[in-house]
Nanobody, 129 residues
Framework: QAQVVESGGGYVQTGESLRLSCTAP????????MGWFRRQAPGKPREGVA?????????SYIDSVKGRFTISRDDAGKSLYLQMNSLSPEDTAMYYC?????????????????????WGQGTQVTVSS
């Protein structure tokens, strides 16, 4: 089956918005918390940005995106979304969709992403000043 497939990235100006989408046909989607990650430069680790809990639970966000980004999920369609408002150059990154795990202060990817090689190609977001 296809890996996770992300879309919706683009080139925008500071203050503008984008909406990212992903589908995850290879996952039993409703069984997992699902989130967005980003890699801001080649060689840097992916950073967990937001994680939407399964079964309609609440979402977690890193501090730098709280109030600007909103994550949502459609379990029937196995789809995940990230509405990004008030974008800044610091949000420039390759964004990835993945099953996630939340801690007290962190958002990490679920081990299944590496075990089953499910990472997609990502979608590039570039914000100019």
């Amino acid at each position: 089956q296809a890996q996770v497939v992300e879309s919706g990235g683009g080139y925008v100006q500071t203050g503008e918005s984008l909406r990212l989408s992903c589908t995850a046909p290879a996952l039993t989607f409703a069984d997992y918390h699902m989130g967005w990650f980003r890699r801001q430069a080649p060689g840097k680790p992916r950073e967990g940005v937001a994680c939407a809990l399964r079964s309609g639970g609440s979402a977690s966000y890193i501090d730098s995106v709280k109030g600007r980004f909103t994550i949502s999920r459609d379990d029937a369609g196995k789809s995940l979304y990230l509405q990004m408002n008030s974008l800044s150059p610091e949000d420039t990154a390759m964004y990835y969709c993945a099953a996630c795990v939340t801690g007290l202060t962190t958002i990490r990817s679920h081990a299944i992403m590496d075990l089953r090689n499910l990472w997609g190609q990502g979608t590039q977001v570039t914000v100019s000043s």
